[in-house]
């Protein structure tokens, strides 16, 4: 039987994902030394049950899992969760995520996140996002594929883990500063030591400040704070808090592909069209254009419009009127380990979360020059800006600005039993858990246009115009003066939404001997949601204007994971996985009631890897071929027309879906004292299938790359008399080309081009302080770091940040 000491089995079963550095501190399990990932072993072969809650190693496990650690955190000087998408295969942004928050997305679907396996915010679109700092996290751990049976309600693609800092009896304390360019600075503070023998604590705290790359600022305040007291070696109860204040300037556009159709003039593309291509609507419709207009549209047309964003250099279409997205979130969390026996063990997880999020952003600003929409040549307003007779043909038409307010509450539970025995000559272990959740969304939603956007009453009567002033040239935006509320807003949300969501779940982990592993979990859980419309301006939605009585529904379902792992030998291993999770279909949407809401949420994940250590234990890489999918999603039946189709003729379809399929490679070596090594890459094909209807089915999924790779090295040794080695780093990262395509505004073929990226780093640590230079874009390269909604957003330019530490 695979018998463990109690402080390795409480390090393997506790809180509910182990993280590599807590356990470092169990030097022995059965005599088998266990050292973090980069230390002279890879303890992520050695053991490395954290998405299962087992105690398989990496090598027993049928899952796709990836970790980073906190070695190669610091080496990089990641600072947020975005910073580390490098290191992980699969995971890339998300596209049309409007520059607010993470958003990012496992094998093309969503994501969910959490701290030590509780709740962290996700699914909630870009309102609840916000950007989640490494400050207090000592690693990362992805668990890709549905994880609903051990995880509560959670998101097709998988879930990302961060491992907070926990409380150590041995006292270390270490004081950070950081200064980097566009008045970029911090300052640290990591703080832990045992107060009795029974108790310990640990305090994080930083303040972070920085105008930003083209002026998209930060500034993070951020405090963590925890006790932990071990009643005796059975028994443990930690205490944590977290609190953050940030302030984030949203770039909701970056560089916007203008609307120019190829199709529209016979296929001829920005390059090659000439003004006399460029006609008017021949039924006089559209917008109708002199010649002399028609010849300077065609002049300021580059060769790539319609199909790449329009490079503007520093410039973005960001207001002085917007609000930075002010996060403020709170977080209180009790954790309690028991043994009961010798192999019966109980975790616990009690967690209270809010989070408010508020701010002023302009979500629309299209600028379009030529489109044959439905049969009509730029209808307006879709269509070049003509002003008093006067052209202008880098005008931002159909601008709104949205200014939100909104709170999201939650509570969470999470017990897990587990039981290890043995049957003849089979180790077990039996997971019995159960989980509960709510979370209560307050939203409201105020928006401003200009005077493209009209709205009419029944009888035909104009009752609102937009009162913002054109935009009449992205490249040197005429702002509007004043405050938003100058500019007649509409109130166009407000609603209260509250999700529940409970389950139970039993899994078996089998050890047969002969290299053979099983896992084998079920789970069942039920989803509830309710929906409270408190009303809107009348001007916006005469039928939405009266508040309406609240509305629930609720949806239940089995969720699984099989898995069988077999290892012909110690350095080589096999698995194959199939696991299936649901969750709720909108988190923000409404809820009707009365039968007519949709089901929840299903995904399907197939998984065929193969696992490969060398070099003592040094190097463990996995290549991975997948199938992930969000299935049964509803798209409108093209036949049904209300009032008039047969009783049998029904209105929704529910057997669409999205798709990716693809391999990964993972590969994480430290060769020796010397040299490590992180290196991985993914060919993904991630397909919308939605609505068969639509001129957007079985097209690929917006900005999500077919190819991403990313490698760091990093070479260590006692330079110039040095007492300590000095580590140089060099790291390059490509991503292909995103799909920014919407046959809707026109650009069916847009895409953000593929870019490679070199970045450095040179440290040099002693036992008392540590420095250390990065460089990112080192050769400078021009590109777009995220595919934005009909854009790109600019990646930054060459960088330089220097970090100081001390320890005491």
């Keep these: 039987m695979k018998q463990m000491s109690f402080s390795a089995l409480a390090l393997a079963c506790a809180a509910p994902w182990l993280s590599s550095a807590s356990y470092a501190q169990a030097e022995t399990v059965d005599n088998v030394e266990r ?52 290191n992980i295969s699969g995971v890339t942004q998300a596209g049309n995520n409007y520059g607010i928050g993470d958003n990012i997305v496992i094998r093309g679907l969503g994501a969910n996140y959490t701290y030590d396996g509780m709740y962290g915010g996700a699914g909630l679109g870009n309102t609840f996002n916000p950007t989640r700092s ?22 097709a693609g998988g879930v990302i883990n961060l491992i907070e800092k926990k409380p150590q009896f041995e006292a270390n304390h270490e004081f950070t500063a950081e200064v980097g360019q566009w008045d970029t600075y911090s300052l640290a ?24 790359y083209r002026e998209i600022g930060t500034d993070r305040d951020e405090i963590y704070g925890s006790l932990k007291y071990q009643f005796d070696d059975s028994q443990d109860l930690m205490l944590s808090v977290a609190y953050i204040k940030d302030a984030i300037a949203v770039d909701s556009i970056g560089h916007p592909i203008r609307i120019y159709n190829a199709d529209s003039v016979g296929g001829k593309t920005a390059g090659e069209v000439s003004w006399e291509d460029l006609i008017n609507d021949p039924n006089g419709i559209g917008v109708q254009l002199t010649d002399e207009q028609r010849q300077q549209l065609a002049n300021s047309l580059s060769s790539d419009d319609g199909l790449t964003p329009y490079a503007f250099g520093h410039a973005g279409i960001i207001s002085p009127m917007a609000k930075d997205n002010e996060g403020e979130e709170l977080r209180f969390k009790l954790t309690h380990n028991l043994f009961l026996t010798d192999n019966l063990f109980l975790n616990q997880q009690l967690q209270y979360r809010d989070y408010q999020s508020g701010f002023a952003r302009q979500t629309g600003a299209y600028n379009y020059v030529y489109w044959d929409r439905r049969g009509t040549i730029n209808a307006d307003p879709r269509a070049p800006l003509v002003v008093d007779d006067v052209l202008y043909p880098f005008a931002a038409r159909r601008q709104e600005y949205r200014k939100v307010d909104a709170d999201e509450t939650s509570w969470q539970y999470f017990a897990d039993l587990r039981y290890d025995f043995q049957i003849g000559n089979i180790d077990n272990e039996l997971l019995v858990n159960a989980n509960y959740e709510n979370r209560n969304i307050r939203f409201k939603q105020y928006s401003i246009y200009d005077a493209d956007k009209v709205i009419k009453n029944k009888a035909g009567e104009q009752i609102y115009q937009g009162r913002l002033p054109y935009i009449f040239d992205i490249r040197k935006p005429n702002w509007a003066q004043g405050q938003f509320s100058d500019y007649d807003p509409l109130l166009t949300s407000n609603y209260d939404k509250k999700v529940s969501a409970w389950g139970v779940g039993i899994q078996h982990v089998g050890y047969f001997g002969y290299g053979v592993t099983s896992r084998i979990g079920v ?18 939605s ?31 291993s096999f698995f194959v996985n199939h696991s299936k999770g649901r969750t709720a279909y909108s988190i923000l949407g409404s809820v009707k009631g009365d039968g007519q809401d949709r089901l929840d949420s299903e995904s399907i994940s197939n998984d065929l890897g193969m696992r490969f250590k060398a070099f003592d234990d040094q190097m463990l890489a996995s290549l991975v071929l997948f199938k992930s999918s969000r299935t049964n999603l509803q798209y409108s039946n093209k036949d049904y027309e209300a009032g008039v189709s047969a009783p049998g003729i029904p209105q929704y379809y529910y057997d669409g879906s999205e798709d990716t399929s693809g391999v990964e490679l993972d590969l994480n070596a430290h060769l020796n004292d010397q040299w490590s090594v992180n290196l991985n890459g993914v060919y993904q094909d991630a397909r919308d299938k939605k609505d068969p209807n639509s001129g957007s089915f079985d097209t690929r ?5 077919y190819v991403t790779a990313s490698a760091w090295v990093t070479y260590g040794a006692q330079w110039f ?38 970045d450095a780093a040179i440290g040099y640590d002693t036992d008392d302080w540590r420095v250390q230079l990065n460089v990112n874009n080192l050769f400078n390269e021009a590109y777009y770091e995220k595919a934005m909604f009909l854009g790109g957003m600019p990646g930054e330019e060459r960088n330089a940040k220097l970090t100081f530490s001390y320890r005491l």
């Design 701 to 705: 999924q917006k900005g999500v790359p």
């Design 35 to 86: 050292i973090t990932v980069y230390g002279r072993q890879n303890q992520v072969v050695m053991n490395s049950g954290l998405a299962t809650k087992s105690d398989m190693s990496l090598m027993e496990t049928p899952a796709a899992v990836v970790i980073v650690d906190e070695e190669l955190i610091t080496t990089q000087g990641a600072g947020n969760l975005q910073d580390l998408l490098r």
């Design 523 to 540: 789970a069942f859980n039920d989803i509830s949601q309710s929906y409270q419309h408190f009303g809107v301006d009348s001007r916006y």
């Design 721 to 758: 008399n040095l007492s300590s080695p000095l580590s140089i780093s060099l790291g390059a990262k490509y991503v292909d080309e995103r799909s920014t395509n919407s046959s809707s505004f026109g650009i069916p073929d847009g895409y953000v081009a593929s870019y490679t990226v070199v």
């Design 134 to 155: 490494l400050t207090n996290v000592e690693s990362v751990e992805v668990l890709k594929g549905p994880a609903t049976g051990l995880y509560g309600m959670g998101s």
């Design 542 to 572: 005469a039928s939405r204007a009266q508040p309406t009585p609240e509305a629930g529904t609720s949806d239940d379902g089995i969720t699984y994971n099989l898995g069988l792992t077999y290892m012909p030998s110690d350095d080589l």
């Design 189 to 212: 503070l990591d703080t832990t030591a045992g107060l009795t023998e029974n108790l310990a604590y640990r305090l994080v705290a930083k303040s972070a400040r920085s105008d930003g």
